[in-house]
């Protein structure tokens, strides 16, 4: 079997539409078990009482968030080294998902601030490259958003993504010393040297779900882009889009 | 005159730059106005007093630096790409890095240069002592070249596009974020005594990178938008 042949748009699309359900039904399971233990089967806090659970989804988006960041980047720079029209939509579809991941863990990383730290922001290093990375997210998005047309989107967007990625370890670093430079910080994250297993195990399920999930939905988002952009091809009339 | 080509092509950029901001004086000095002004509104937003006002300086300065400097993009390559020559420069057997280099550094000398030699002049508007002025001064004339080398692949990028001013920003200010937390930082490490010189090394090995790859991004760049 040829795999190259999944290159192609029109091939991959009824391909991508079989393979969505084998992503998004274990996603859904592994997000129900993963609850299940994080609310359940692990045990509560002894400093932190049952905010602490918020974590069960807070550490895998913001895995997911960085992680995607440099899985869209390295899609863009397929797409545009090698003028694959599917390696740059897959870009365009990841970079949705990657910003919402970094919403959200920015979003109940506030929420658990709240009743830890007593505070809802907190100017430490890795909130703020957090912060930035949504920031490099939005950037791509709305130059892409900008372009008019796609293939010069997609290029832009790569160069964009590239340099974005060069830049991120140096934000990371800047950041870090930034936040030791100007004063010690007051509240930390803090540091668990020891996790139950109970916990680990919730947390690597969402993780898990939290990848299948992107998996499934990347793959439908990129779908909608390959209708859209080849509303005009003939395989798309003709009803092969199964 | 008979230099490499490469090299009487960048004096050519640089020289024609050069002449035709001159030519727009006003242009350039609304620039530099406007870092001052800004730099001025931040006393009569938060108060006279001077400790505060001390302490905020290193940030306000270089935050209104930033956003002289991008206010300054738009004009680095759209002038060239309404009437054409952009294209003309692109078909040159000349690599295009160095017409970026170029364009870059007669931008950078015609809006930034004199925002570097001012600051030191607003900083004793803040109370800053002398010493503190000279690091704000080496700081932003190692710095402001990394925000125009930067600033370049973003214009690049955003070339002939609708709302390109806006979009400027949203792409080009968190990529500045490492320059002005060094570049204010060294400012702020020569207020509180401690030796500046780190944040300084930090911010010259940014400038050698950005003059490594950035030329080179904003050219891809500039390769597609006029494709």
């Known amino acids: 079997m040829n795999l190259y042949k999944y290159a192609s748009p029109a091939a991959f699309y009824p391909l991508a539409g079989r393979l969505i359900p084998w992503f998004a039904i274990p996603a859904a399971l592994l997000f129900i078990a993963g609850l299940y233990i994080g609310f359940f089967i692990a045990p509560t806090d002894f400093q932190q009482g049952e905010a602490y659970r918020i974590m069960f989804i807070h550490v895998p988006a913001a895995w997911m968030g960085m992680f995607l960041y440099v899985l869209m980047a390295v899609y863009a720079a397929i797409g545009w080294a090698f003028n694959a029209r599917l390696s740059s939509m897959m870009a365009s579809s990841i970079a949705i998902t990657g910003a919402l991941f970094t919403f959200l863990s920015l979003a109940t990383g506030s929420l658990w601030g709240k009743p830890t730290w007593g505070t809802w922001w907190v100017w430490d290093a890795r909130l703020t490259s957090t912060l930035i990375l949504m920031f490099l997210y939005i950037g791509f998005i709305s130059l892409q958003a900008a372009i008019d047309e796609p293939r010069r989107a997609d290029r832009a967007g790569a160069v964009l993504a590239i340099v974005g990625v060069i830049n991120v370890p140096i934000i990371y670093y800047s950041v870090q010393w930034w936040n030791t430079l100007h004063q010690g910080a007051t509240i930390r994250i803090l540091g668990k040297p020891t996790i139950a297993p109970t916990m680990l195990a919730a947390m690597l399920t969402m993780l898990a779900a939290c990848w299948l999930y992107s998996i499934a939905v990347s793959l439908a988002r990129v779908r909608c882009i390959i209708r859209e952009r080849e509303q005009r091809a003939d395989w798309i009339n003709e009803g092969a889009g199964a | ?227």
């Open chain 2, 1 to 227: 005159m008979n230099a490499h080509p490469m090299l009487s092509m960048f004096r050519w950029i640089v020289t024609r730059d050069l002449t035709l901001a001159w030519r727009r004086r006003a242009d350039v000095l609304s620039t530099l106005f406007f870092f001052v002004i800004v730099v001025s509104l931040f006393p009569l937003g938060i108060g006279p007093e001077m400790r505060l006002l001390q302490s905020i300086a290193p940030g306000v300065v270089w935050v209104a630096a930033l956003l002289a400097s991008m206010l300054s993009l738009n004009r680095l390559f759209a002038n060239d790409y309404q009437d054409g020559t952009l294209e003309q420069m692109l078909l040159t057997p000349q690599p295009l890095y160095l017409v970026v280099m170029g364009k870059v550094l007669a931008q950078w000398l015609v809006s930034e240069l004199p925002l570097v030699l001012i600051a030191p002049l607003v900083g004793v508007q803040f109370g800053l002592a002398s010493n503190t002025l000279v690091v704000l001064f080496f700081s932003l004339l190692i710095g402001t070249p990394i925000l125009s080398f930067i600033g370049s692949i973003g214009a690049a990028l955003t070339l002939g596009l609708r709302g390109g001013g806006v979009l400027v920003a949203l792409l080009v200010l968190p990529l500045y974020i490492p320059v002005l937390i060094f570049g204010a930082g060294a400012v702020d490490s020569s207020i509180v005594g401690i030796d500046p010189m780190a944040n300084l090394y930090l911010l010259s090995a940014l400038l050698v990178l950005s003059v490594v790859f950035a030329p080179w991004a904003a050219s891809a760049a500039l390769r597609i938008s006029l494709e």
